[in-house]
């Protein structure tokens, strides 16, 4: 069973640009999460999706945004970005059957994001 | 909306000692509580979770923690350090259908 993978491993981009992040979810899992880890710090909460759509949202700007297709892939696009964008980005998967039952997530190992 | 708070960003243990992670959570409803360990560069493992089963959970690597609802704690526990037991742990909380909220860290280093 493959587990969640990202891409890329790492990246650099200069500030005003854009940036696609992506994620393959674990066999199965439906919903995926995306998180902000800044140097030093815990994952912050972006977005959460669910068959193709966001269902959850975090304190973050419009310009980040996201796309699940339906092989429940991920994108999370980053438009203008800023200095303070530099981060690791984090994907997580996880089956959703019934909103009653929470069904653990597991995390990918990340994209390192450095913004000039 | 729920919260955690990690006490204390560094500990420092000597090998073979005990190792004490606090974390304090806020939640308005029954909680779910994580515990999970970051190493160098790699994304996030999971030590253990508590779901509303028994109160004293047991995870991987020797690591265990207990749910104490009258203290809203879930301090994270080993008996004996190890050298590879190094590495950046966090709490996290989460609710039925929401998303989980992590704490700052706390980055555990252990002294030969």
């Known amino acids: 069973e493959t587990g969640v993978t990202q891409s890329p491993t790492h990246l650099i981009k200069t500030r005003g640009q854009q940036v696609t992040l992506r994620c393959s979810s674990q066999?199965?899992?439906?919903?995926v999460s995306w998180y902000q880890q800044a140097l030093g710090q815990g994952p912050q909460f972006i977005f959460q999706y669910y068959r193709e759509e966001e269902n959850g949202r975090g304190n973050f700007p419009p310009r980040f945004s996201g796309l699940q297709f339906p092989n429940y892939s991920s994108e999370l696009n980053v438009n203008a970005l800023e200095l303070d964008d530099s981060a690791l980005y984090l994907c997580?998967?996880?089956?959703?059957?019934?909103?009653?039952?929470?069904?653990?997530?597991?995390f990918g190992p990340g994209t390192r994001l450095t913004v000039l | 909306a729920q919260s955690v708070t990690q006490l204390g960003s560094h500990v420092s243990v000597s090998e073979g000692a005990l190792v004490l992670l606090r974390c304090n959570y806020s939640s308005s409803v029954p909680p779910y509580l994580f515990w999970y360990v970051q190493y160098p560069n790699q994304g996030l493992q999971l030590l253990l979770k508590?779901?509303?089963?028994?109160?004293l959970v047991k995870g991987i690597n020797g690591f265990e923690a207990e749910f104490k609802k009258s203290e809203t704690s879930f301090h994270l526990t080993k008996p004996s350090a190890h050298m590879s037991d190094a590495a950046e742990y966090f709490c996290?909380?989460?609710?039925?259908?929401?998303?989980?909220?992590f704490g700052a860290g706390t980055r555990l280093t252990v002294k030969p």
């Open positions: 997580a998967s996880r089956p959703t059957t019934r909103r009653d039952i929470y069904n653990e997530q597991f």
């Open positions: 508590y779901t509303s089963a028994a109160t």
């Open positions: 066999s199965g899992h439906n919903t």
């Open positions: 996290a909380v989460s609710t039925k259908g929401n998303d989980m909220r």
